[in-house]
């Protein structure tokens, strides 16, 4: 066993450099921020806005990507699955797929399930399942497309 040599610490470090520059492998994996650009400027602002009323976004609604737009779509999936039992899960794990839910996002489709929609559903509809409202809502839009 004396006989193997232990790789240069050079080696070591110029890995770990190598590592920090480009992340871990699944960072960036999913299609969050390719999603997020192929939107429209309006419709990337009108998701921001909507992640700023469920209470998940706290910077500026600008239409553009950063990590504050990347924590509350994170957040948003969570939310969405967590207040539907996980019943509606939204798939962000291409970005065909996230551009849908951000664009379904924008056009105020799980507004039930993020901050209970507006006074007036939430004073009318209170006896409705929101992840009905929300998969109604969803269908409607997938149909129009």
Same mark, same amino acid.
């Given at each position: #066993?004396?006989? #193997? ?5 050079? =080696? ?14 699944? $960072? ?9 650009? !192929?939107? +429209?400027?309006?419709?990337?602002? $009108? ?19 950063? +990590?504050?737009?990347?924590?509350? =779509? ?23 797929? /996230?551009?849908?839910? #951000? +664009?379904?996002?924008?056009?105020? /489709? ?8 507006? =006074? ?16 109604? !809502? =969803?269908?409607?839009?997938? +149909?129009?497309?």
């Amino acid at each position: #066993m004396s006989d #193997m040599k232990r790789p240069p610490r050079e =080696l070591f470090a110029a890995a770990l450099v190598a590592f920090s520059l480009t992340g871990p492998v699944w $960072a960036g994996q999913d299609g969050l921020r390719e999603g997020f650009n !192929a939107l +429209s400027q309006e419709e990337r602002i $009108a998701v921001q806005r909507e992640l700023a009323r469920a209470d998940l976004f706290f910077a500026p609604v600008d239409g553009h990507w950063n +990590s504050a737009t990347e924590r509350a =779509l994170r957040r948003s999936v969570e939310t969405i699955a967590l207040a539907s039992g996980d019943r509606l899960h939204p798939k962000i794990n291409n970005p065909s797929a /996230a551009s849908r839910f #951000m +664009s379904d996002l924008g056009a105020r /489709a799980y507004r039930r399930l993020l901050y209970g929609g507006s =006074l007036f559903e939430r004073v009318f509809f209170l006896s409705e399942d929101p992840v009905l409202d929300a998969q109604a !809502a =969803l269908a409607k839009r997938r +149909s129009e497309r």
